[in-house]
């Protein structure tokens, strides 16, 4: 089980071309020996980051650095406690945090959210302009299910009143069609999943 904390940078990355940094963390190190930072992020005196000492306080790996350079939460997330985040040389961020409840994953650039997951023990609600795939290969595109429903029920509707010319003028509505079409109608409820919304 990964074992993160938080830390100042008391030694920048750019002090030293090995691309570490040295570190401070109340109980852990006053300040330790050079520290490898994940992805060569450059970090500078004073940043806060968050530090994997899995492997023991001896072999920390800087994960990357709270990208407004404090441990609350973002303006674009809920107030809550940050458990991990990290933001690499291109300004794209991701945050795990518990706010409540709920335990939150977002992901963005610079000031901007683009994708957030937020899990509790009722839902898991995915916000997102970007493309969401389900499965090992998501080929197919997803409906909207209010909106196929209603579709259908004006197909139903056009049938039943469907007329066709005869030698004896227009025909009448099928016999048997109001009876089947309202079974058909009364079974269009189940199309709709109880677990899952679209937007």
């Known amino acids: 089980m990964a074992r993160i904390v938080r830390a100042n940078v008391v030694q920048g990355s750019s002090s030293n071309d090995l691309h570490k940094v040295t570190l401070t963390s109340p109980g852990l190190w006053e300040e330790s020996e050079l520290c490898p930072v994940a992805n060569n992020i450059p970090l500078n005196e004073g940043d806060l980051v968050y530090v994997d000492i899995s492997d023991g306080i001896q072999s920390p ?8 350079n404090n441990f ?13 985040e990290i933001v690499d040389a291109d300004g794209n961020w991701t945050v795990l945090a518990a706010v409540g409840n709920k335990t939150l994953l977002e992901i963005g650039k610079g000031d901007s959210s683009t994708t957030s997951i937020a899990v509790d023990n009722e839902s898991v609600k995915v916000t997102t302009s970007k493309l969401i795939e389900l499965g090992t290969d998501g080929s197919e595109k997803a409906v909207l299910g209010e909106t196929l429903k209603a579709e259908l029920e004006k197909i139903l509707q ?3 009143a469907l007329t066709v010319p005869t030698a ?23 199309i709709l999943s109880k677990l899952n919304k679209l937007q």
Do not use: C, W
Not at 61 to 68: E, I
Not at 72 to 84: A, R
Not at 179 to 184: D, K, W
């Open 72 to 84: 609350e939460t973002h303006s674009t997330l809920e107030k809550g406690n940050i458990i991990y």
């Open 168 to 190: 004896f003028g227009p025909s009448g509505t099928p016999i048997n069609g109001p009876t089947t079409f309202a079974q058909i109608r009364g079974q269009l409820d189940q």
């Open 61 to 68: 790996m800087v994960l990357g650095r709270a990208r407004d």
């Open 158 to 160: 056009g049938i039943e």
